[in-house]
């Protein structure tokens, strides 16, 4: 189900509005409503209000997977720097 649709049904649960940042109520990439996702896959933006939940909890997943790599491979590098200049201190 859409996200726009699921926020729609927990405006009516909640019995109150939803932020004025996430109107799901007018389809447009223009503020209010400019919450894009880059797609890899498309390779263009996606609103993320048209995404199905499941592709957004699957974005997510990779999103988070892609900078936690970056930040392991950052801290990689450091460590080795350390190494190296702890070895150059010893000789």
């Known amino acids: 189900m859409q996200i726009r649709k699921l926020l ?3 405006e009516v649960i ?3 509005k939803l932020p ?7 389809k447009s990439d223009t503020p209010p409503n400019n ?3 880059w797609s890899r896959t498309k390779g263009q933006w996606i609103n993320i209000l ?4 499941i592709h957004v909890i699957r974005a ?3 999103e988070s997977k892609i900078v936690l790599q970056k ?6 590098e ?3 720097d350390f190494i190296e200049d702890m070895e150059k201190e010893v000789h």
């Open 8 to 10: 729609k049904l927990q």
């Open 14 to 16: 909640d019995e109150k």
């Open 20 to 26: 004025s940042d996430i109107n799901p109520h007018e």
């Open 35 to 37: 919450l894009l996702y």
């Open 50 to 53: 048209d995404m199905d939940l």
């Open 60 to 62: 997510l997943n990779s």
């Open 71 to 76: 930040y392991q491979d950052e801290n990689l």
């Open 78 to 80: 450091i460590i080795k």
